[in-house]
């Protein structure tokens, strides 16, 4: 289990280290250097087809070092292609995208991705790695463990150091196609972490998350802002409750299509959020919370 705060401080401690060790290995990579860039992905004209299908149109947007953006949108709406993108896992088919100031295309995308945490609740995850295995697998940068890759001790000591801050300990062992939801999203924040990410990129992060526990997750991502000031995060969620505190921006996307970007403030009104999901949506924010109901006609009696 997740244990309060204490545990909270020791994610940060964790991160707060972390990022000084990142900028280091980022210059060791041959990527450009934390302390010279505040853009941290930019989409310019991005457009991306599939199967003679345009899945995106035109959309553009820039993350900066220590903005928490929110993206939404209904099902299908692309959140994920774009979030694809921000990962330096797909490519667009016209337009440019620059993630960590290195254009996709001409940066070698594995060691990109290093610096790159993310979190997919549907880890596309083939063979039954164990928890360690699943963890460690975010240095290798890939799903299943590559052929011949051996992490190092230290990468162990850590791995399960991450393992232990989450909860994980007594499961660390266990096989994937046995844990349950919330284990494996704590599982998939763990492999996250260890790639000591300057950037952090959730996909629907609270999925099958019980109340307790999405609450937590939360708390987790609204202590970055404190403790990492120039780390970026990308949220995807359904669910304007869902979004942490400290999210500073949002993007609503539409059939692909940028409905509106920019400060959540502008961005997560009534008239946007109904826009975007073709539905009258009363939005309302009250202590940094946000929330979302169907707007009704009111009933007579
Ligand atoms: N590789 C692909 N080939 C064909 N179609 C694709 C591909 N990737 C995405 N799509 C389509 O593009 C659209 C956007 O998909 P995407 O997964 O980005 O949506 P999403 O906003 O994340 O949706 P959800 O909320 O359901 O997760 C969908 O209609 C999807 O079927
Ligand atoms: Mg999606």
Redesign the pocket.
């Known amino acids: 289990m997740l244990a309060g705060m204490a545990l909270i401080t020791e994610i940060a401690a964790a991160f707060r280290g972390s990022l000084r060790r990142s900028v280091y290995s980022a210059g060791l990579l041959g990527l450009r250097r934390a302390s010279t860039m505040r853009e941290v992905v930019e989409l310019r004209n991005v457009t991306?087809r599939?199967?003679n299908?345009e899945?995106l149109h035109d959309v553009s947007f820039t993350v900066r070092q220590g903005e928490h953006w929110a993206m939404l949108?209904?099902?299908?709406?692309?959140?994920?292609?774009?979030?694809?993108f921000c990962g330096a896992v797909t490519h667009p088919t016209t337009g440019t995208v620059q993630v960590l100031g290195n254009r996709l295309g001409r940066v070698d995308i594995q060691t990109l991705r290093r610096s790159i945490g993310h979190v997919n609740p549907r880890h596309p995850l083939r063979s039954p790695l164990t928890v360690r295995e699943v963890v460690l697998s975010g240095l290798a940068g890939s799903v299943d463990l590559p052929p011949r890759w051996q992490a190092t001790g230290d990468e162990t000591v850590r791995a399960d150091r991450l393992i232990d801050m989450l909860g994980l300990a007594d499961k660390a062992a266990l096989r994937w196609p046995t844990l349950s939801q919330g284990e494996r999203g704590r599982a998939l924040i763990a492999r996250a972490l260890i790639v000591e990410p300057r950037l952090l990129l959730l996909?629907?992060p609270s999925t099958g998350l019980d109340v307790a526990a999405r609450e937590q997750l939360l708390e987790t991502v609204d202590l970055l802002e404190q403790t990492h000031p120039e780390l970026a995060s990308i949220v995807?969620t359904?669910h304007l409750e869902e979004l942490p505190t400290t999210t500073s921006h949002a993007l609503l996307?539409k059939q692909?299509r940028v409905v509106a970007a920019g400060t959540a403030l502008d961005v997560l009104t009534t008239e946007n959020v109904s826009e975007a999901f073709d539905h009258p949506i009363n939005v309302d924010h009250q202590d940094g919370r946000w929330s979302a109901r169907a707007a009704r006609l009111s009933r007579t009696a």
């Open positions: 991306f599939r199967d299908k899945i949108g209904s099902n299908g709406a692309g959140k994920s292609t774009v979030l694809g996909d629907e995807v359904h996307l692909g």
